[in-house]
């Protein structure tokens, strides 16, 4: 017979499955660079050409992010 500490082990088994299962998956590295205007070929194992693109990139998405919009 199952006691409640049998019960909620199974349970969190089952909870922490489920999250592994639904995780975010990374995407792999652009062979292009991903700031919008550059389009020059990445670095190896980076998506961006340079240190520059990288920072331009992120800061529009964190602008993009972040806009507040209003009514």
Known sequence: MADIIDEATAEFEH????????RAKPTPPSTI?????????SLA????CCRECREDHEKELWARNNRKIFR
């Open 15 to 22: 909870h922490l499955n489920a999250a592994i299962a639904n």
């Open 33 to 41: 660079c991903k700031n919008g205007d550059c389009g020059e070929k």
């Open 45 to 48: 194992g980076t998506s961006y």
